[in-house]
């Protein structure tokens, strides 16, 4: 059964770096089936997909394109588990944070495991 | 991108079928099959009901149905129950590589 873990502060000033990790058991970050998201949800309720990383042959990260400026997602293969870290925020980045599974050889055949999530407030 | 268009709510009774709409582009429902529904209870993570358009997760009710006409995509709840009242969103995958959600729909049963 894969299981996704999350981790972090759940308090961060504005202008510096918000920086989560999710870690996972049953399956390996290095999987060639399986992408690893991160998405969050605003206070008004909408969800926002903010990029993932993969390996298929060789590590690619895909990022939502209003942040790529300030996103970083990184997969980390000796602890297995991947992190996001968003630079700069503003009280704009509050959200529950949520990172997923994306399961499959193809991206986006869906995001079937979620992490529990982790509040983050900018302030 | 601009979100994926969903009904701000939706109502039903017991027993009765309701569709929820997910209205896309041409750079995303309309250009791959890879369309996702989940299910979110309040103050809970989303839960996977339909993948790549009409697929269904092992342990989720074959109530839940999904469908794609173009760029627009459509679940199906048949035989409405109590534990069926959630939100609602709907996912797709871009031809730039990306994912968008939709707004969200609200789910009574009445």
């Known amino acids: 059964q894969v299981q996704l873990q999350q981790s972090g502060p759940r308090l961060v000033k504005p202008s510096q770096t918000l920086s989560l990790t999710c870690a996972i058991s049953?399956?390996?970050?290095?999987?060639?089936?399986?992408?690893w998201n991160w998405i969050r949800q605003s206070p008004s309720g909408g969800l926002e997909w903010l990029g993932r990383?993969?390996?298929?042959?060789?590590?690619?990260?895909d990022y939502a394109v209003s942040l790529r400026s300030r996103i970083t997602i990184n997969p980390d293969t000796s602890r297995n588990q991947f992190s996001l870290q968003l630079n700069s925020v503003t009280p704009e980045d509050t959200a529950v944070y949520f990172c997923a599974r994306d399961f499959g050889v193809i991206l986006s055949c869906g995001l079937d495991v979620w992490g529990q999530g982790t509040t983050v407030t900018v302030s | 991108q601009s979100a994926l268009t969903q009904p701000p709510s939706v109502s039903g009774s017991p027993g009765q079928s309701v569709t929820i709409s997910c209205s896309g582009t041409s750079s995303d429902i309309g250009y791959y099959n890879r369309v996702s529904w989940f299910q979110q209870p309040p103050g809970t993570a989303p839960k996977l009901m339909i993948y790549?358009?009409?697929n269904r997760p092992s342990g989720v009710p074959d109530r839940f149905s999904g469908s794609k006409s173009g760029s627009t995509a459509s679940l199906t709840i048949s035989g409405l129950q109590a534990e069926d009242e959630a939100d609602y969103f709907c996912?797709?995958?871009?031809?730039?590589?990306?994912?968008?959600f939709g707004g969200g729909t609200k789910l009574t049963v009445l």
């Open positions: 990383t993969y390996y298929r042959s060789k590590w690619s990260s």
């Open positions: 049953g399956d390996s970050v290095s999987s060639n089936s399986a992408a």
């Open positions: 790549e358009v009409s």
């Open positions: 996912s797709s995958y871009t031809k730039f590589n990306t994912l968008i």
